[in-house]
Protein backbone atom coordinates (compact mmCIF):
# COMPACT_ATOMS: atom_id res chain seq x y z
CA UNK A 1 0.00 0.00 0.00
CA UNK A 2 1.45 3.57 -0.90
CA UNK A 3 1.71 5.49 2.42
CA UNK A 4 3.87 8.18 1.82
CA UNK A 5 2.60 12.15 3.57
CA UNK A 6 5.62 13.83 1.95
CA UNK A 7 4.20 13.27 -1.27
CA UNK A 8 1.01 14.90 -1.72
CA UNK A 9 0.76 13.09 -4.64
CA UNK A 10 0.84 9.78 -3.27
CA UNK A 11 -1.28 10.51 -0.26
CA UNK A 12 -3.76 8.00 0.86
CA UNK A 13 -7.36 8.91 1.78
CA UNK A 14 -9.27 6.80 3.57
CA UNK A 15 -13.01 6.54 2.32
CA UNK A 16 -14.92 6.35 5.87
CA UNK A 17 -18.29 5.99 3.52
CA UNK A 18 -16.86 3.28 1.60
CA UNK A 19 -15.44 1.16 4.82
CA UNK A 20 -18.94 1.75 6.34
CA UNK A 21 -20.66 -0.05 4.03
CA UNK A 22 -18.38 -2.40 3.30
CA UNK A 23 -18.41 -3.39 7.03
CA UNK A 24 -22.49 -3.17 6.67
CA UNK A 25 -22.14 -6.07 3.91
CA UNK A 26 -20.13 -8.13 5.79
CA UNK A 27 -22.29 -8.20 8.54
CA UNK A 28 -24.90 -9.19 6.21
CA UNK A 29 -23.01 -12.10 5.32
CA UNK A 30 -22.73 -12.95 8.34
CA UNK A 31 -25.71 -13.07 9.65
CA UNK A 32 -27.90 -14.02 6.96
CA UNK A 33 -28.58 -17.26 5.00
CA UNK A 34 -27.83 -17.28 1.26
CA UNK A 35 -30.06 -19.88 -1.07
CA UNK A 36 -29.17 -17.72 -4.33
CA UNK A 37 -28.04 -20.44 -6.55
CA UNK A 38 -25.72 -18.24 -8.79
CA UNK A 39 -23.99 -17.32 -5.83
CA UNK A 40 -21.17 -18.53 -3.45
CA UNK A 41 -18.40 -17.08 -0.96
CA UNK A 42 -15.16 -16.93 -1.95
CA UNK A 43 -11.84 -18.06 0.04
CA UNK A 44 -9.69 -15.65 1.74
CA UNK A 45 -6.67 -16.75 -1.34
CA UNK A 46 -9.22 -16.06 -3.92
CA UNK A 47 -10.06 -12.54 -2.45
CA UNK A 48 -6.47 -11.68 -1.73
CA UNK A 49 -5.64 -11.84 -5.56
CA UNK A 50 -8.30 -9.45 -6.42
CA UNK A 51 -7.20 -7.52 -4.12
CA UNK A 52 -3.82 -7.27 -5.32
CA UNK A 53 -1.27 -5.02 -6.65
CA UNK A 54 -2.42 -7.07 -10.08
CA UNK A 55 -4.77 -4.53 -10.46
CA UNK A 56 -2.61 -1.71 -11.64
CA UNK A 57 -1.34 -3.48 -15.08
CA UNK A 58 -2.26 -3.35 -18.41
CA UNK A 59 -1.48 -6.64 -20.02
CA UNK A 60 -3.69 -6.55 -23.56
CA UNK A 61 -3.18 -9.53 -25.77
CA UNK A 62 -1.77 -12.94 -24.54
CA UNK A 63 1.23 -14.65 -22.74
CA UNK A 64 4.17 -13.95 -24.58
CA UNK A 65 2.52 -11.74 -27.20
CA UNK A 66 1.68 -8.46 -24.90
CA UNK A 67 1.26 -5.05 -25.93
CA UNK A 68 2.85 -3.25 -23.48
CA UNK A 69 6.28 -4.07 -21.57
CA UNK A 70 6.52 -5.01 -18.29
CA UNK A 71 4.00 -8.33 -18.43
CA UNK A 72 6.29 -10.77 -17.93
CA UNK A 73 5.42 -11.87 -14.39
CA UNK A 74 1.44 -11.58 -15.93
CA UNK A 75 2.44 -13.98 -18.56
CA UNK A 76 2.74 -16.50 -15.93
CA UNK A 77 0.27 -16.06 -13.81
CA UNK A 78 -2.24 -16.76 -16.65
CA UNK A 79 -0.23 -19.60 -18.10
CA UNK A 80 -0.50 -20.92 -14.54
CA UNK A 81 -4.73 -19.97 -14.76
CA UNK A 82 -4.65 -21.95 -18.25
CA UNK A 83 -2.33 -24.64 -17.16
CA UNK A 84 -4.83 -25.34 -13.54
CA UNK A 85 -8.25 -25.31 -15.81
CA UNK A 86 -6.88 -27.29 -18.74
CA UNK A 87 -6.03 -29.46 -15.60
CA UNK A 88 -9.25 -29.25 -13.98
CA UNK A 89 -11.69 -29.80 -17.00
CA UNK A 90 -9.48 -32.28 -18.98
CA UNK A 91 -9.23 -29.60 -22.00
CA UNK A 92 -6.69 -29.30 -24.41
CA UNK A 93 -7.38 -25.38 -24.77
CA UNK A 94 -9.07 -22.21 -22.87
CA UNK A 95 -9.08 -18.60 -22.42
CA UNK A 96 -9.72 -17.63 -18.96
CA UNK A 97 -9.69 -13.71 -19.56
CA UNK A 98 -13.34 -12.99 -20.24
CA UNK A 99 -14.88 -10.58 -17.24
CA UNK A 100 -18.17 -12.80 -17.34
CA UNK A 101 -19.81 -15.77 -18.14
CA UNK A 102 -22.00 -13.27 -20.58
CA UNK A 103 -19.04 -11.99 -22.23
CA UNK A 104 -17.84 -15.91 -22.53
CA UNK A 105 -20.70 -16.62 -24.38
CA UNK A 106 -20.28 -13.17 -26.33
CA UNK A 107 -16.78 -14.54 -27.56
CA UNK A 108 -18.45 -17.16 -29.07
CA UNK A 109 -21.17 -15.44 -31.18
CA UNK A 110 -18.49 -13.64 -32.51
CA UNK A 111 -16.54 -15.76 -33.33
CA UNK A 112 -19.04 -18.51 -35.15
CA UNK A 113 -21.94 -16.57 -36.14
CA UNK A 114 -22.92 -13.66 -38.48
CA UNK A 115 -25.81 -11.01 -37.94
CA UNK A 116 -29.23 -12.87 -38.24
CA UNK A 117 -27.75 -16.17 -38.21
CA UNK A 118 -30.05 -18.81 -36.61
CA UNK A 119 -29.06 -19.97 -32.75
CA UNK A 120 -31.44 -22.55 -30.78
CA UNK A 121 -31.34 -22.07 -27.04
CA UNK A 122 -33.77 -22.92 -24.04
CA UNK A 123 -36.63 -20.59 -23.72
CA UNK A 124 -35.61 -18.27 -20.79
CA UNK A 125 -38.84 -18.75 -18.86
CA UNK A 126 -37.95 -22.31 -18.82
CA UNK A 127 -35.14 -21.64 -17.05
CA UNK A 128 -33.21 -20.42 -19.72
CA UNK A 129 -30.78 -17.36 -19.69
CA UNK A 130 -31.00 -13.82 -21.02
CA UNK A 131 -27.50 -13.91 -23.19
CA UNK A 132 -29.13 -16.98 -24.99
CA UNK A 133 -31.11 -15.12 -26.63
CA UNK A 134 -33.70 -12.73 -25.14
CA UNK A 135 -34.94 -9.79 -27.14
CA UNK A 136 -32.96 -7.12 -25.30
CA UNK A 137 -29.49 -8.66 -25.21
CA UNK A 138 -27.18 -8.59 -28.11
CA UNK A 139 -28.20 -12.22 -28.84
CA UNK A 140 -32.17 -11.48 -29.43
CA UNK A 141 -31.03 -7.78 -31.27
CA UNK A 142 -27.80 -9.66 -33.65
CA UNK A 143 -29.34 -12.94 -34.33
CA UNK A 144 -32.60 -14.71 -35.40
CA UNK A 145 -33.28 -16.83 -32.19
CA UNK A 146 -35.58 -20.27 -32.13
CA UNK A 147 -36.21 -21.85 -28.57
CA UNK A 148 -37.27 -24.93 -26.85
CA UNK A 149 -39.22 -25.91 -24.50
CA UNK A 150 -39.43 -28.17 -21.45
CA UNK A 151 -41.99 -30.58 -21.56
CA UNK A 152 -45.48 -29.48 -20.15
CA UNK A 153 -45.78 -32.49 -18.00
CA UNK A 154 -42.76 -33.55 -16.82
CA UNK A 155 -41.29 -30.47 -16.66
CA UNK A 156 -37.93 -31.54 -18.09
CA UNK A 157 -36.09 -31.13 -21.42
CA UNK A 158 -37.92 -33.15 -24.03
CA UNK A 159 -34.57 -34.09 -26.53
CA UNK A 160 -36.82 -35.44 -29.68
CA UNK A 161 -38.55 -31.83 -29.67
CA UNK A 162 -35.65 -30.28 -29.84
CA UNK A 163 -34.32 -32.50 -32.60
CA UNK A 164 -37.46 -31.66 -34.12
CA UNK A 165 -37.03 -27.99 -33.84
CA UNK A 166 -33.86 -27.92 -35.04
CA UNK A 167 -34.38 -29.09 -38.05
CA UNK A 168 -37.35 -26.39 -38.59
CA UNK A 169 -34.79 -23.39 -37.36
CA UNK A 170 -31.65 -25.04 -39.03
CA UNK A 171 -29.38 -23.01 -36.61
CA UNK A 172 -25.77 -22.46 -36.60
CA UNK A 173 -25.44 -22.68 -33.19
CA UNK A 174 -27.27 -25.11 -30.95
CA UNK A 175 -26.74 -23.74 -26.63
CA UNK A 176 -27.02 -26.22 -24.01
CA UNK A 177 -27.44 -25.22 -20.88
CA UNK A 178 -29.22 -22.77 -18.22
CA UNK A 179 -30.12 -20.59 -15.22
CA UNK A 180 -32.42 -22.52 -13.43
CA UNK A 181 -32.82 -25.70 -14.48
CA UNK A 182 -32.93 -28.40 -11.27
CA UNK A 183 -31.78 -31.38 -14.24
CA UNK A 184 -28.86 -33.59 -15.73
CA UNK A 185 -28.48 -32.07 -18.55
CA UNK A 186 -27.26 -34.55 -21.29
CA UNK A 187 -24.81 -32.71 -23.92
CA UNK A 188 -24.71 -35.96 -25.74
CA UNK A 189 -27.90 -35.55 -27.25
CA UNK A 190 -27.43 -32.13 -27.60
CA UNK A 191 -24.22 -33.27 -29.72
CA UNK A 192 -26.19 -35.92 -32.16
CA UNK A 193 -28.62 -32.92 -32.54
CA UNK A 194 -26.21 -30.45 -33.78
CA UNK A 195 -24.17 -32.77 -35.81
CA UNK A 196 -27.52 -33.76 -37.38
CA UNK A 197 -28.29 -30.21 -38.70
CA UNK A 198 -24.48 -29.38 -39.56
CA UNK A 199 -24.61 -26.88 -36.05
CA UNK A 200 -22.31 -25.39 -33.43
CA UNK A 201 -23.00 -27.03 -29.82
CA UNK A 202 -22.17 -24.60 -27.05
CA UNK A 203 -22.14 -25.95 -23.46
CA UNK A 204 -23.07 -22.98 -21.01
CA UNK A 205 -22.17 -24.44 -17.85
CA UNK A 206 -21.94 -21.12 -15.57
CA UNK A 207 -24.15 -22.84 -12.78
CA UNK A 208 -22.93 -26.17 -13.29
CA UNK A 209 -19.12 -25.87 -13.47
CA UNK A 210 -18.06 -26.69 -10.14
CA UNK A 211 -19.77 -29.48 -10.17
CA UNK A 212 -18.66 -31.20 -13.24
CA UNK A 213 -14.97 -30.10 -11.57
CA UNK A 214 -15.72 -32.13 -8.77
CA UNK A 215 -17.43 -35.14 -10.11
CA UNK A 216 -21.30 -34.96 -9.82
CA UNK A 217 -22.51 -33.80 -13.17
CA UNK A 218 -21.77 -34.98 -16.49
CA UNK A 219 -19.00 -33.08 -18.39
CA UNK A 220 -19.99 -30.73 -21.55
CA UNK A 221 -15.84 -30.73 -22.08
CA UNK A 222 -15.00 -32.78 -24.97
CA UNK A 223 -18.57 -33.14 -26.65
CA UNK A 224 -19.52 -29.32 -26.92
CA UNK A 225 -17.32 -27.77 -29.68
CA UNK A 226 -17.83 -24.58 -26.95
CA UNK A 227 -18.08 -24.59 -23.15
CA UNK A 228 -18.87 -21.09 -21.01
CA UNK A 229 -18.66 -20.47 -17.89
CA UNK A 230 -18.36 -18.45 -14.78
CA UNK A 231 -16.21 -19.07 -11.89
CA UNK A 232 -17.98 -17.43 -9.42
CA UNK A 233 -21.25 -19.70 -8.53
CA UNK A 234 -20.56 -23.30 -7.83
CA UNK A 235 -16.88 -22.56 -9.29
CA UNK A 236 -16.46 -20.70 -5.78
CA UNK A 237 -13.75 -18.07 -7.46
CA UNK A 238 -13.83 -14.68 -8.51
CA UNK A 239 -16.41 -12.93 -10.37
CA UNK A 240 -15.21 -13.68 -14.48
CA UNK A 241 -15.66 -16.05 -16.86
CA UNK A 242 -13.66 -18.61 -19.28
CA UNK A 243 -14.24 -20.55 -22.77
CA UNK A 244 -12.90 -24.59 -23.05
CA UNK A 245 -12.36 -25.45 -26.43
CA UNK A 246 -10.95 -27.90 -29.00
CA UNK A 247 -7.20 -26.11 -29.62
CA UNK A 248 -8.37 -26.23 -33.06
CA UNK A 249 -10.55 -23.02 -32.35
CA UNK A 250 -7.86 -21.54 -30.22
CA UNK A 251 -7.11 -18.95 -32.52
CA UNK A 252 -10.74 -18.06 -33.42
CA UNK A 253 -11.66 -18.14 -29.53
CA UNK A 254 -8.95 -15.69 -28.85
CA UNK A 255 -9.18 -13.25 -31.21
CA UNK A 256 -12.93 -13.13 -30.18
CA UNK A 257 -12.14 -12.46 -26.88
CA UNK A 258 -9.38 -9.99 -27.40
CA UNK A 259 -9.70 -7.49 -29.86
CA UNK A 260 -13.24 -8.48 -30.29
CA UNK A 261 -15.30 -8.16 -27.35
CA UNK A 262 -12.64 -7.20 -24.41
CA UNK A 263 -9.71 -4.85 -23.96
CA UNK A 264 -7.22 -5.67 -21.32
CA UNK A 265 -7.83 -8.88 -19.24
CA UNK A 266 -8.71 -8.04 -15.58
CA UNK A 267 -4.97 -10.26 -14.47
CA UNK A 268 -6.26 -9.58 -10.73
CA UNK A 269 -9.40 -11.44 -11.59
CA UNK A 270 -7.22 -13.60 -13.81
CA UNK A 271 -4.58 -14.88 -10.97
CA UNK A 272 -7.51 -15.14 -8.19
CA UNK A 273 -9.34 -17.62 -10.80
CA UNK A 274 -5.76 -19.45 -10.85
CA UNK A 275 -6.42 -19.93 -7.24
CA UNK A 276 -10.06 -21.15 -7.55
CA UNK A 277 -8.65 -23.58 -10.25
CA UNK A 278 -6.11 -24.94 -7.56
CA UNK A 279 -8.61 -24.94 -4.41
CA UNK A 280 -11.00 -27.13 -7.26
CA UNK A 281 -8.27 -29.83 -8.10
CA UNK A 282 -8.05 -30.72 -4.10
CA UNK A 283 -9.80 -33.74 -2.92
CA UNK A 284 -11.91 -31.54 -0.78
CA UNK A 285 -13.47 -29.82 -3.50
CA UNK A 286 -15.25 -33.12 -4.64
CA UNK A 287 -17.03 -33.21 -1.32
CA UNK A 288 -17.78 -30.12 -1.18
CA UNK A 289 -19.44 -30.57 -4.24
CA UNK A 290 -21.40 -33.75 -3.43
CA UNK A 291 -22.58 -32.00 -0.51
CA UNK A 292 -24.32 -29.35 -2.30
CA UNK A 293 -25.83 -31.88 -4.18
CA UNK A 294 -26.97 -33.38 -1.33
CA UNK A 295 -27.94 -30.90 0.16
CA UNK A 296 -29.67 -29.29 -2.78
CA UNK A 297 -31.84 -32.81 -2.46
CA UNK A 298 -32.94 -32.88 1.12
CA UNK A 299 -33.90 -29.27 0.91
CA UNK A 300 -35.60 -29.99 -1.96
CA UNK A 301 -37.72 -32.99 -0.28
CA UNK A 302 -37.99 -31.14 2.76
CA UNK A 303 -40.52 -28.65 0.91
CA UNK A 304 -42.13 -31.09 -1.30
CA UNK A 305 -43.00 -33.11 2.42
CA UNK A 306 -44.68 -29.70 3.20
CA UNK A 307 -46.77 -29.20 0.55
CA UNK A 308 -44.88 -26.86 -1.93
CA UNK A 309 -44.95 -28.16 -5.46
CA UNK A 310 -41.63 -28.28 -7.04
CA UNK A 311 -41.29 -27.73 -10.83
CA UNK A 312 -39.94 -31.04 -12.68
CA UNK A 313 -40.17 -32.92 -9.24
CA UNK A 314 -37.30 -32.67 -7.69
CA UNK A 315 -33.17 -32.19 -8.27
CA UNK A 316 -30.24 -33.57 -9.39
CA UNK A 317 -28.31 -30.51 -9.17
CA UNK A 318 -27.62 -27.61 -7.05
CA UNK A 319 -30.85 -25.83 -7.09
CA UNK A 320 -34.33 -25.94 -7.96
CA UNK A 321 -37.88 -24.05 -8.42
CA UNK A 322 -40.77 -23.53 -6.03
CA UNK A 323 -44.13 -23.32 -7.86
CA UNK A 324 -46.10 -20.96 -5.22
CA UNK A 325 -49.33 -21.01 -7.43
CA UNK A 326 -50.73 -23.10 -4.79
CA UNK A 327 -50.33 -21.42 -1.87
CA UNK A 328 -51.89 -18.27 -3.07
CA UNK A 329 -48.77 -15.72 -3.69
CA UNK A 330 -46.46 -14.69 -5.76
CA UNK A 331 -42.60 -15.03 -6.27
CA UNK A 332 -41.90 -11.25 -5.32
CA UNK A 333 -43.82 -11.88 -2.02
CA UNK A 334 -42.17 -14.62 -1.12
CA UNK A 335 -38.42 -13.69 -1.62
CA UNK A 336 -39.43 -10.15 -0.24
CA UNK A 337 -40.94 -11.92 3.16
CA UNK A 338 -37.85 -14.48 3.18
CA UNK A 339 -35.70 -11.62 2.89
CA UNK A 340 -37.57 -10.11 6.04
CA UNK A 341 -36.46 -13.01 7.70
CA UNK A 342 -32.94 -13.60 6.82
CA UNK A 343 -33.37 -15.94 3.74
CA UNK A 344 -32.02 -14.61 0.63
CA UNK A 345 -33.11 -16.19 -2.54
CA UNK A 346 -34.74 -15.17 -5.58
CA UNK A 347 -37.96 -14.79 -7.27
CA UNK A 348 -38.36 -16.84 -10.41
CA UNK A 349 -40.18 -17.85 -13.52
CA UNK A 350 -41.67 -21.20 -13.74
CA UNK A 351 -42.66 -23.29 -17.07
CA UNK A 352 -44.93 -22.12 -18.92
CA UNK A 353 -45.44 -18.76 -16.39
CA UNK A 354 -48.23 -16.45 -16.81
CA UNK A 355 -47.06 -13.60 -14.62
CA UNK A 356 -44.50 -11.05 -15.19
CA UNK A 357 -40.98 -11.83 -14.61
CA UNK A 358 -40.43 -9.12 -12.00
CA UNK A 359 -43.15 -10.92 -10.36
CA UNK A 360 -43.13 -14.67 -11.22
CA UNK A 361 -44.85 -17.45 -9.83
CA UNK A 362 -42.12 -18.95 -8.41
CA UNK A 363 -38.95 -18.61 -6.63
CA UNK A 364 -35.59 -20.72 -7.07
CA UNK A 365 -33.39 -21.97 -4.14
CA UNK A 366 -30.07 -23.42 -4.54
CA UNK A 367 -27.40 -24.78 -1.86
CA UNK A 368 -23.77 -23.85 -3.23
CA UNK A 369 -23.37 -20.90 -0.43
CA UNK A 370 -24.77 -22.85 2.49
CA UNK A 371 -22.62 -25.91 1.77
CA UNK A 372 -19.71 -23.64 1.88
CA UNK A 373 -20.50 -22.40 5.13
CA UNK A 374 -20.63 -26.19 6.15
CA UNK A 375 -24.04 -26.81 6.70
CA UNK A 376 -25.55 -30.13 6.04
CA UNK A 377 -28.80 -32.09 6.38
CA UNK A 378 -29.63 -31.34 9.69
CA UNK A 379 -29.60 -27.99 8.45
CA UNK A 380 -31.18 -28.03 5.38
CA UNK A 381 -34.50 -29.48 7.76
CA UNK A 382 -34.24 -26.61 9.58
CA UNK A 383 -34.19 -24.41 7.09
CA UNK A 384 -37.01 -26.01 5.12
CA UNK A 385 -38.73 -25.76 8.45
CA UNK A 386 -37.88 -21.67 8.48
CA UNK A 387 -39.00 -21.36 4.59
CA UNK A 388 -42.48 -22.74 5.44
CA UNK A 389 -43.07 -21.21 8.45
CA UNK A 390 -42.42 -17.34 7.12
CA UNK A 391 -44.39 -17.95 4.26
CA UNK A 392 -47.45 -19.42 6.03
CA UNK A 393 -47.10 -16.52 8.42
CA UNK A 394 -46.19 -13.97 5.95
CA UNK A 395 -49.05 -11.51 7.66
CA UNK A 396 -47.27 -11.50 10.90
CA UNK A 397 -44.56 -9.09 11.33
CA UNK A 398 -43.81 -10.29 14.69
CA UNK A 399 -43.68 -13.68 14.18
CA UNK A 400 -41.18 -13.06 10.86
CA UNK A 401 -38.83 -10.73 13.49
CA UNK A 402 -38.64 -13.70 15.58
CA UNK A 403 -37.61 -16.10 12.72
CA UNK A 404 -35.13 -13.40 11.58
CA UNK A 405 -33.42 -14.14 15.10
CA UNK A 406 -33.75 -17.63 14.78
CA UNK A 407 -31.88 -17.58 11.20
CA UNK A 408 -29.38 -15.19 11.95
CA UNK A 409 -28.36 -17.86 15.17
CA UNK A 410 -28.16 -20.34 12.55
CA UNK A 411 -26.01 -18.24 10.39
CA UNK A 412 -23.78 -17.60 13.58
CA UNK A 413 -23.57 -21.19 14.10
CA UNK A 414 -21.69 -21.51 10.54
CA UNK A 415 -19.44 -18.14 10.77
CA UNK A 416 -17.89 -16.88 7.35
CA UNK A 417 -14.89 -14.80 6.87
CA UNK A 418 -14.67 -14.79 11.03
CA UNK A 419 -10.70 -13.13 10.71
CA UNK A 420 -11.93 -10.01 8.62
Not at 60 to 85: F, H, M, N, T, V
Not at 101 to 115: K, R, S
Not at 345 to 369: C, E, H, M, Q, W
Amino acid sequence: MIKNKDNPAQAEIPDIQIQKLIAKELDRQRNQIVLIASENYTSMEVMRATGSVLTNKYAEGYPGDRYYEGCQIYDEIEDLAIKRCNELFNSNFCNVQPHSGVQANTAVFLGTLNCNDHILSMNLRDGGHLSHGHKQNLTGKYFEVFTYSVDPETEMIDYENVKKIAWIARPKLIIAGASSYSRIIDYTKFREIADEVGAFLMADIAHVAGLIAGGVHPTSVGIADFTTATTHKTLRGPRGGLIIADKKYSGMINKSVFPGIQGGPLMNTVAAKAVCFNEALQPLFKEYARRVVENSKVLCANLKDRGFRIVSGGTDNHLFLVDLTNMGMTGYEASDTLASAGIILNKNVIPYDTLNPNITSGIRIGTPAATTRGMGVKEMHKIGEFITFALKNREDKTAIADLANRVKKLAQDFPVYADM
